[in-house]
């Protein structure tokens, strides 16, 4: 399978099975546009007639270059992973290796689009207790066989209501690390609000990665992110996470925005995030029922697919000027990247990626807490919603079969469960909308890697 586009001025041609990226002339890119739908004598023909500048031999031996690269794998390699699919992702069933701890099913704030009904999941506000948190990580421990990295969300609600435990339960994971042969990495989500110096010191000593929410403009920002008076929380969060983000000396954390109904010009957010100095970006489409006032239309699809070409042309600019900056979404190694099998067996939720709530329940991943059918199990007594987790288990990029013909298979594999469930109502169905939107985003991420490539050869 081949997929082909232009953009930021180069030709580029996916191989979707070898992973082989190729960056062509005019002339290349037609030929291998045809090279499957008709023969050598018929492209050329077309091609001494669209360049009749160029001489016939010099069109034979690109033609001839393409034939080379299919014999050497790198073009319409064909697709043999189907196969092993489920074979792979079935090798690690029972093997946990993250857990997201939500310390706290309460918040601070009252954001308008919070998929976690403003922290407390549908349910009663909560706070975890160190022996739930306890419990949680010792499961890990007794359920990750023999990996030795471990990762660990601290995810809310706000997770900073429940600070002491947070570093209660980080002291007791660094206690037993040497003893149970594990190295435990640990991530905070946060909005800020309670971020001071005691926070500051402790997320760099001990977090391997903080997530901080801002959705860019302020009046973008304080639309949706509210205290429960009706008060925006931009102007007292911002401070506190320039704060942070120096302290860590601007590395191992990102920003972390939502982009709505109400703002998919999102570039303007990125921009501001610029402007405030953060240099480690993303922005989500926002996830929300159907007909919610957030919710993405077909109308802003056009914007969004249209923002992200922006995006990536100020990445490439921004590097040229030596003042690069991350993007979440276009972070992608052309010479390595997942291995096949992350590519085809997904993210894993449900099977070695698990959501623990605040009484100790385990569910898929935190998109599914609170949804009482998804519930997975608890701490103490491990999976017991065996079909649930067969279910999740069963989910890869060829189990889907609109997957099974899209270039970017290799790339979303899959794409999120939770998503499709939102939106079809099966974590095993297709979330259409955020298909366009990952396609458009890959293609802007291969063209930022192509842009770094070639700036590097000029160097």
């Given amino acids: 399978m081949i997929h082909q586009y232009q953009l930021g001025g180069y030709h580029i041609v996916l191989d979707v099975c070898s992973g082989a990226i190729h960056v062509v002339d005019e002339i290349a890119y037609d030929i291998i546009s045809m090279f499957e739908s008709r023969s050598k004598e018929e492209i050329l023909g077309v091609l001494a007639e669209k360049y009749p500048a160029i001489g016939t031999q010099e069109l034979d031996d690109c033609y001839g270059q393409v034939v080379a690269l299919k014999e050497s794998g790198k073009l319409f390699t064909p697709d043999t992973f189907e196969p092993m699919a489920g074979a792979l992702k079935a090798k690690t069933a029972g093997v946990v290796k993250a857990l ?15 998929f976690a009904s403003q922290g407390n999941y549908h349910g009663e506000r909560a706070l975890m207790s160190f022996e739930v948190g306890k419990r949680a990580l010792d499961f890990l421990v007794e359920h990750s066989g023999s990996r030795r990295n471990l990762e660990v969300d601290f995810f809310g609600g706000e997770p ?28 905070l ?21 903080v997530v901080l929410s801002l959705d860019g403009r302020k009046e973008i920002h304080d639309h949706y992110r509210v205290d429960y008076s009706g008060q925006g929380s931009w102007e007292k969060i911002v401070p506190k996470f320039q704060q942070l983000v120096n302290a860590r000396g601007g590395k191992n954390y990102y920003m972390r925005g939502t982009f709505t109904h109400r703002n998919p010009d999102f570039l303007k957010d990125i921009q501001t995030m610029l402007d405030l100095g953060f240099r480690e970006l993303s922005m989500e489409p926002v996830v929300c029922a159907p007909g919610e006032e957030s919710e993405l239309t077909e109308a802003d699809l056009p914007i969004v697919l249209k923002q992200y070409e922006e995006l990536a042309e100020l990445m490439c ?24 099998y992350k590519r085809i067996s997904g993210c894993g939720s449900g099977t070695e990626y698990m959501a623990v709530t605040p009484s100790g329940d385990l569910y898929p991943c935190h998109q599914f807490v609170g949804d009482e059918k998804f519930k997975l199990g608890d701490i103490w007594n491990g999976v017991s919603g065996t079909e649930i987790q067969e279910e999740f288990l069963s989910c890869n990029v060829y189990s889907r079969k609109e997957c099974r013909d899209c270039w970017a298979k290799l790339y979303c594999s899959g794409g999120c469960a939770a998503n499709a469930y939102h939106a079809t109502g ?34």
């Fill in 100 to 114: 997201c701890l939500h310390i706290a099913h309460t918040c601070n704030l009252n954001c308008a689009y919070c």
């Fill in 160 to 187: 900073l209501m429940n600070f002491d435990v947070v570093k209660d339960l980080v002291a007791y994971a660094r206690s037993i690390e040497q003893e149970k042969g594990k190295n435990f990495r640990f991530t």
């Fill in 189 to 209: 989500t946060t909005n800020g609000v309670l971020i001071d110096e005691d926070v500051i010191d402790f997320a760099n000593r001990e977090m391997s990665n």
């Fill in 317 to 340: 600019k921004k590097e040229q000027e030596g003042d690069p900056f991350t993007f979440y979404h276009y972070m992608i190694d052309l010479t390595g990247g997942p291995c096949i």
């Fill in 426 to 459: 099966s974590i095993g169905g297709v979330y259409q909308y955020g298909c366009e939107l990952f396609r458009k985003r890959m293609e802007c991420a291969i063209m930022v890697a192509v842009n770094r490539a070639f700036s590097g050869d000029r160097e």
